[in-house]
C-alpha cells in the first residue's frame, strides 16, 4: 500500500519525529510511502484531487537518520498522484504552528482530508473529528471526572478571581497552542509579573487556566491509545514519563524534558476507558494522553510524539505495531467494498 505523510514543512521534519519512525516502519514493511505539505493539494475542474507528492531516492532504509538525511537531501522527487493512487493519508501536521505565520494552512488537513476520504482515501485521525479538534476547548468535552478545574476566559479580571480560588496555583497557557509554548505557572493573583505574562499568552486569543497539581513537578505521563485501546507490544504499554527540567514547569521533551520508563497503574487504565468512548465517536485513531496523578492535562490527537522515545526505552517497536494497525484497516476498506465511512474504519 502507498501511506502519504502531511506535516507542516519538509525542512521541520527531524530525525527523531515520530513521523519519520512511522515512514522507516512503513518502508521496512514494504510499503510505499511520500510526504505532503500543505500546500501540495489540487482539486482540479472535474473535481478530481490530486496531489504533489515528494518521494524518497530508496526504499531499503534501516535507520531514521538516513531516511531523514535523504528527505531533507536533493535527490527527493516531486511525482503528482491522483489521490486514489493513496491508500492512507496520515495528517501528521499541528495546526497551531501554522496558525500565527501561515493561517491558511492550519486547517488544509482537515479541509482536504476530508475530500481524500470521501474518494476512498483512508485518513486519520477523521478530518471530521480534528476539526472539532482545533484547540484545546476540545478538552472539555471529555467528563469532568479527569479534567482538573478549568476556566477560559480572555478577561484578566476572569483569571484573577479564578486564580484567587486556587490554594495550589494556576496553570495558564493559550487555548490554541502546543508543544509548551507560553506556559506559566502563577501561584497567586498579586505576582508582580502577572500582567504580563497575561499579555504575553492572550496574543494568541483565549486563554485556559487550569488548577495546578503538585504531581505535575514531577513531569506527567505520555500514554498511548490506538483504535481507542492502550497501545501494546509484546506486552509492553506505549507510555512514559516526561519528567521536566531542572527549574521547568514544562515537561516537553524539546523544552529540556527527559523521558523515563514508567509501570502503567489502574489510574491511567481508567483514564483511557474514560475518554474511549469520545474518541472512538470521533474516529481518532492515534493520540497521547497527557496525564498528571488522577487527571488529563491534554490530548494530542494531531502529533503525538514519543514513539522513538518508546522504541528505544522498551527495546518494542511501536511504529510497527502502528503500521501494521494501517494494513489491517485497508483489508476492512476492500472486504466491506466502501460499506463502512472514515470515521468507522479510523478506530477499527
Given amino acids: 500500500m502507498r501511506i502519504a505523510f502531511l506535516v507542516n514543512s519538509i525542512d521541520g521534519e527531524t530525525a527523531n519525529y515520530s513521523t519519520t519512525h512511522l515512514a522507516l516502519a512503513a518502508l521496512t514493511r514494504g510499503h510505499d510511502i511520500c510526504y505532503l505539505t500543505p500546500g501540495d493539494f489540487v482539486l482540479r475542474p472535474d473535481d478530481s484531487l490530486s496531489v504533489r507528492a515528494l518521494t524518497l531516492p530508496a526504499s531499503n532504509y534501516k535507520k531514521a537518520e538516513t531516511l531523514f538525511k535523504d528527505l531533507q537531501g536533493k535527490e527527493t522527487k516531486v511525482e503528482t498522484l491522483d489521490v486514489s493512487e493513496i ?14 505565520d501561515r493561517p491558511w494552512a492550519a486547517h488544509v488537513g482537515a479541509v482536504f482530508g476530508r475530500l481524500a476520504a470521501a474518494r476512498g482515501v483512508i485518513v486519520l485521525n477523521d478530518p471530521d473529528g480534528l476539526a472539532r479538534a482545533q484547540n484545546k476547548l476540545y478538552f472539555q468535552d471529555f467528563p469532568a471526572s479527569v479534567r482538573p478545574e478549568t476556566l477560559i476566559a480572555k478577561s484578566l479580571d476572569e483569571i484573577r478571581s479564578f486564580i484567587e480560588q486556587q490554594k495550589k496555583g494556576v496553570i495558564l497557557k493559550p487555548l490554541q497552542g502546543s508543544g509548551g509554548k507560553n506556559v506559566f505557572k502563577i501561584a497567586s493573583p498579586k505576582e508582580s509579573n502577572i500582567k504580563q505574562i497575561f499579555e504575553a499568552v492572550s496574543e494568541e486569543g483565549y486563554l485556559i487556566a487550569q488548577s495546578f497539581m503538585p504531581e505535575a513537578s514531577e513531569g506527567d505521563v505520555r500514554f498511548f491509545l490506538m483504535n481507542g485501546q492502550p497501545l501494546q ?27 523515563e520508563a514508567i509501570e502503567v497503574t489502574d489510574t491511567m487504565l481508567t483514564i483511557a476507558e474514560t475518554v474511549r468512548p469520545k474518541l472512538i465517536q470521533d474516529g481518532m485513531f492515534l493520540v497521547g494522553l497527557d496525564i498528571v496523578g488522577d487527571k488529563l492535562l491534554e490530548i494530542n490527537v494531531f502529533t503525538p510524539g514519543g514513539l522513538n522515545n518508546l522504541s528505544q526505552m522498551y527495546e518494542v517497536d511501536f511504529p510497527m ?28
Wanted: aromatic share 4%; proline share 3%; glycine share 8%.
Fill in 233 to 259: 507490544r509484546e506486552g509492553k504499554f506505549a507510555a512514559f514519563r516526561r519528567a521536566p527540567a531542572k527549574g521547568e514547569i514544562r515537561s516537553n521533551i524539546h523544552a529540556g524534558g527527559s523521558a
Fill in 321 to 348: 505495531s502502528v503500521i501494521e494497525a494501517l494494513e489491517r484497516k485497508l483489508e476492512i476498506r476492500n472486504g466491506y467494498r466502501g460499506a463502512l465511512s472514515n470515521r468507522e474504519l479510523a478506530t477499527l
Fill in 87 to 100: 491508500d492512507i493519508l496520515l495528517l501528521r501536521n499541528d495546526p497551531s504552528e501554522d496558525s500565527a
